[in-house]
């Protein structure tokens, strides 16, 4: 069975530094990934997906993912945070058949401090 | 603009007083899921729906009900809800074809059952 970890509950970085929240998951097979954001009070936007191809995924704001495989990993970055970063970040992933079930990771707050 | 629109955002009621949820999306989607969302858990999926008539369990059923009589419309219903249910209820849809479409969520309604 697929399962998606997210380490890290909580996240703070200053303004200005590095964002790194990471995502890693289970699955004899590949499966398509995705990393939503979730601002106060609103549902989950798309962030970036990796489905097949570059390896490297840039998104919406700055962000960028990269996939990797042996590392069964789908770590989510940006090299400069901003105050409008703070949110919630969920990684997930889905198959690339069968089942249109999509797997949450359990979800990392970040905080960007001033 | 695609939305997905959910009523009402906010509601507290009593245990047993039958509620429900709606759900409706104006992008024509085949798929369309309901999860709860709770600290420290992520995001659960309670049922999804392929087609109109056509749904399934997710991983949390137990005390919902769906129905699925219009493409646009996915409502869930507790018939007699429990505090346990309290909780933050997203809808999202997305398009059939292939696993790799991104789900459209809406901006969630948060239960509190007394």
């Known amino acids: 069975a697929q399962s998606v970890t997210q380490l890290g509950s909580h996240v703070s970085v200053s303004e200005g530094a590095l964002v790194l929240l990471r995502c890693n998951y289970s699955?004899?097979?590949?499966?398509?990934l995705f990393w939503y954001v979730q601002y106060p009070n609103q549902g989950l936007q798309l962030l970036l997906k990796y489905t097949t191809g570059a390896t490297l995924v840039k998104g919406i704001n700055g962000f960028e993912a990269e996939f990797k495989k042996s590392e069964t990993s789908f770590h989510l970055t940006k090299p400069s945070a901003h105050m409008s970063d703070a949110a919630e970040y969920f990684c997930a992933v889905t198959p690339t058949s069968g089942t249109y079930k999509y797997i949450f990771g359990t979800g990392t707050r970040l905080k960007v401090l001033a | 603009e695609a939305q997905v629109t959910q009523n009402p955002r906010y509601l507290i009621t009593v245990t047993g007083k039958k509620l429900t949820v709606t759900c409706s999306q104006n992008?024509?989607?085949?798929?369309m899921s309901w999860y709860r969302q709770d600290p420290g858990l992520g995001l659960r999926q309670i049922y999804y729906s392929m087609n109109v008539e056509v749904t399934d369990k997710g991983d949390v059923p137990e005390g919902y009900k769906v129905s699925r009589k219009e493409k646009r419309n996915f409502p869930l219903i507790l018939e007699s809800p429990s505090p346990n249910q309290t909780s933050l209820y997203f809808c999202a849809a997305w398009p059939a074809g292939s696993s790799n479409q991104p789900q459209h969520f809406g901006d969630g309604t948060r239960l509190s059952i007394l």
């Open positions: 699955s004899s097979v590949p499966p398509y």
């Open positions: 992008m024509n989607h085949e798929y």
